[in-house]
């Protein structure tokens, strides 16, 4: 579901609800229609403390949800310091810590494609070579159906770059007429705005991430 945040400039308090008036919904998915501080992981295979330790190193040196989550995820581990860290937007992180260069993130940032991982998995790696992956259980947050269905029958559009594993789940808590688009980029966001706006909808946008900045500038709300 498609959501975003206020962006496109300075809007009055008129301007806003003129907008607002006329709007068709939009979203990232990530942290947007989930509780990522309470999303719950399973590691395949278990990551030793040694690795734990370097994993929570690098991921606290991000704000995006997921690194968030997998801070909280290794709570009791105590975090190893990680230097020269690196992140690629949208893709994942790099460090070094005492056992190397790690890395995690998506696949594709690993060097391998999805049909190589399991579904809406991250990965990491040690030195170049895969240490395993990490598993999501995605907790929804509560009243999501009832909220959107109030929107009555404007457009609705999820746009995540996460794979399509959660799809049948999604079919049952937004509404039917929700058009979904699974491993978007945030060009791919970006660009389905500017389509919509093109055929003339009025666009609000909800995200939380860096990956929805470009098409949260571009709605109208």
């Known amino acids: 579901m498609p959501f975003g945040s206020w962006t496109a400039g300075r809007l009055s308090n008129h301007g806003c609800i003129e907008r607002l008036a006329r709007w068709t919904l939009g979203d990232g998915q990530t942290g947007t229609l989930t509780h990522p501080e309470e999303q719950r992981w399973t590691e395949e295979p278990a990551v030793a403390p040694e690795h734990v330790a370097c994993l929570r190193g690098l991921v606290q040196h991000s704000a995006h949800p997921i690194s968030r989550s997998l801070h909280s995820h290794w709570k009791f581990v105590q975090a190893e310091v ?57 907790v929804y947050r509560e009243g999501l159906s009832e909220g959107l269905d109030q929107l009555g029958p404007d457009p609705i559009a999820l746009l995540t770059g996460d794979g399509d594993q959660e799809r049948s789940r999604l079919q049952t808590i937004l509404p039917a007429s929700t058009e979904m688009r699974f491993r978007q980029s945030p060009k791919d966001k970006l660009n389905f705005v500017l389509d919509w706006q093109k055929n003339g909808k009025h666009v609000a946008m909800v995200g939380d991430g860096l990956n929805d900045a470009g098409a949260l500038a571009a709605s109208d709300v």
């Open 82 to 138: 990680v230097v020269d860290v690196e992140e690629r937007i949208g893709a994942g992180l790099q460090g070094r810590c005492s056992a190397g260069i790690l890395r995690i993130g998506s696949p594709a940032y690993l060097g391998l494609t999805d049909a190589q991982a399991p579904a809406h998995a991250t990965g990491w790696s040690l030195n170049g070579h895969l240490g395993g992956w990490l598993l999501p259980e995605q």
